[in-house]
C-alpha cells in the first residue's frame, strides 16, 4: 500500500496538475479573502436599522438579521474558511484527475497488471486525493489566519479565535476538504473520461449548486411555503459544506451545522464506495 500511495503521489508530481491547482488555490483564496473582509467590514460598522415603519414581523426580522451578520463570531469564521468554495471545486477536480489520467494517458492497463487488487488501487487513490486535499486546506487556513487577525486587529475588535464556533468552523474546514477529494476520486471513477468527467463535476458544483438553492427558493414562495422547503437545501453537497463551516446560520432557516456534516460524509461514503465497486467491475482495455 505504501508503494502504491507512493506511485499516485509520484503521477502528480511529475505533472503540471499540482502547481497549477495549488496557484488556483492560493489565487481564488486570495480573492475570496478580499470580498470576505471588505464583508465583515461592512456588517460590523452598519447602523442598527430602522424598524419604525415595518410592522412587528419585518421589525423582528430586520433586527435578528442585523444582529447575526454583525456578530464578531460569524464574520470571523467566515473570514478564517476563505477559499472553501472554490477550495472544494479545485480538491473535488484533482480527486477526479487522480483516477482519470489512468485512461487518458492509458496506464490504467499497466496499474492493474501491476496491482490485480483493484480495491488496494482505489484506496491509495483515496489516500491520494486525501491528502492533497488537506494540503489545500492548509495552505487557505494559512493565508487566511494571520490575514484575519490583522483585520480584526485593525478594526479594534475581538478575532473570536478563542470561541469554540470559530474553532470549530476552521477544523470542519479541514473535513469538508477531505471529503470534496473523497468524492472526487469517486466521481472519477464513474466517469472515466477525463475531460466528461472534469466539465460535469465542475459544472454540477458552481452552476448545479446556484441553480438548486434558487428552484427552493421558488417552491418555498409559490408552492410549499413550510421552513423545511428551505432547509431541504442542505442535501446539495456545496450547500451541506457551507453549513458545517458556518458559526451561526448559514443562511435563513438553515438546519444545525451537524446535519451539513452528516450530508457531507453521505456524499463521501457512497462516492468512494461505488468508486471502488465500478473501478473493481469495469473494463479496462
Known amino acids: 500500500m505504501t508503494g502504491l500511495i507512493r ?14 491547482f495549488g496557484l488556483g488555490v492560493i489565487g481564488t483564496t486570495a480573492l475570496a479573502l478580499l470580498v470576505n473582509c471588505l464583508q465583515a467590514d461592512f456588517f460590523l460598522n452598519q447602523e442598527r436599522p430602522d424598524t419604525s415603519g415595518m410592522n412587528a414581523e419585518d421589525a423582528a426580522n430586520a433586527v435578528q438579521q442585523y444582529e447575526s451578520q454583525s456578530q464578531v463570531i460569524a464574520q470571523a469564521a467566515n473570514i478564517f474558511t476563505s477559499g472553501q468554495f472554490f477550495g472544494g471545486l479545485f480538491v473535488l477536480m484533482l480527486g477526479m484527475l487522480i483516477v482519470t489520467n489512468e ?67 476552521i477544523i470542519f474546514n479541514l473535513l469538508v476538504f477531505i471529503l470534496w477529494g473523497i468524492v472526487g476520486v469517486g466521481f472519477g471513477a464513474l466517469i472515466r473520461n477525463q475531460i466528461g468527467a472534469v466539465l460535469t463535476g465542475s459544472l454540477l458544483y458552481v452552476i448545479g449548486t446556484q441553480a438548486a438553492t434558487i428552484i427552493f427558493f421558488l417552491i418555498h414562495e409559490y408552492l410549499i411555503k413550510e421552513d423545511w422547503v428551505l432547509q431541504a437545501q442542505v442535501i446539495v453537497p456545496a450547500v451541506a459544506a457551507q453549513v458545517f463551516v ?3 446560520e448559514a443562511f435563513p432557516d438553515a438546519p444545525e451545522y451537524w446535519v451539513g456534516g452528516i450530508v457531507m460524509l453521505a456524499y463521501g461514503v457512497l462516492c468512494g464506495v461505488v468508486g471502488t465497486l465500478i473501478l473493481r467491475k469495469r473494463d479496462i482495455s
Open 7 to 20: 506511485g499516485e503521489l509520484l503521477k502528480i508530481r511529475t505533472t503540471n496538475t499540482w502547481w497549477l
Open 103 to 169: 485512461f487518458y494517458h492509458q496506464t490504467a492497463t499497466a496499474t492493474f497488471l501491476t496491482t490485480p487488487h483493484r480495491s488496494s488501487v482505489m484506496a491509495a487513490k483515496l489516500v491520494t486525493g486525501v491528502a492533497f486535499a488537506a494540503v489545500f486546506w492548509l495552505v487557505t487556513t494559512v493565508m487566511s489566519l494571520p490575514t484575519g487577525l490583522l483585520f480584526f486587529q485593525a478594526q479594534e475588535v475581538s478575532n473570536g479565535l478563542g470561541e469554540w464556533e470559530v474553532q470549530r468552523a
Open 246 to 248: 458556518s458559526a451561526t
